[in-house]
């Protein structure tokens, strides 16, 4: 398990989840571990950690996800019985998320109907069902490509795809990210339980503050 400053969340399949956050940008960190008996107690061994970006678009995804309803049940060899879901038009999804941005901001980091000029990004798109989510430009040669897609089980694949170039984005970097609804929701309550404790603590500060310069000013008043 990892210490400090990560923050456990939910452990489900060899996966542990946790929130990080680093200079105000949270993270949904993944590790991955292989669980194992050492004279007579319960060890994990690290097998991989991955880091999810929680931006503001990628926190509606999941809120998205987590709304959807099982509309059917269906007997899956060796699994039993799993819950149907309708699957998420992403398009839509990023068409919501664009208008909700540029209502409050005239620039972003963000872009949604960039042209891809990726190859890699293009087939995903084209030939495996997946759907531009946004696109981020980190400088003049490097971007972001976040696509995704939904399964009739409600799970969602989440590709990161950092791409170089001028003419022709070339794959640089992949990070692949798969969630499902149960887990999705799960992600945000405690991301919501931990924005109320941010607020209690931000609320517990003023009230110090605003102890402190009463104080003062009390101290001012009576030299006087």
Excluded: C
Excluded at 13 to 32: G, K, Q, T
Excluded at 65 to 91: F, H
Excluded at 127 to 156: I, P
């Amino acid at each position: 398990m990892l210490a400090k400053p990560y923050e456990k969340i939910y452990s489900l399949d060899n996966n542990n989840y946790y929130f990080l956050e680093v200079n105000n940008i949270l993270y949904l960190a993944i590790e991955s571990v292989l669980p194992y008996t050492q004279k007579g107690k319960s060890k994990e061994l690290q097998q991989g950690l991955k880091i999810l970006p929680i931006y503001s678009p990628i926190l509606y995804l999941l809120t998205q996800l987590a709304r959807l309803e099982p509309i059917d049940t269906k007997e899956v060899e060796g699994l039993g019985k799993e819950d149907i879901y309708d699957t998420l038009d992403i398009s839509e999804v990023r068409k919501t998320i664009q208008g909700k941005i540029e209502e409050v901001h005239d620039e972003s980091m963000f872009e949604f109907g960039s042209s891809i000029k990726s190859n890699i990004v293009k087939k995903l798109i084209e030939e495996n069902g997946f759907e531009l989510l946004m696109k981020m430009n980190y400088d003049t040669f490097r971007s972001s490509y976040w696509v995704a897609k939904t399964d009739q089980y409600g799970k969602l694949t989440l590709h990161d795809i950092t791409t170089g170039g001028r003419q022709t984005d070339k794959v640089m970097t992949m990070s692949t990210f798969f969630l499902d609804v149960k887990l999705a929701g799960i992600i945000l309550i405690a991301y919501n339980d931990m924005m109320i404790k941010r607020m209690k603590r931000q609320q517990k500060m003023l009230k110090k503050q605003l102890k402190k310069q009463n104080k003062n000013k009390k101290m001012e008043e009576n030299k006087q």
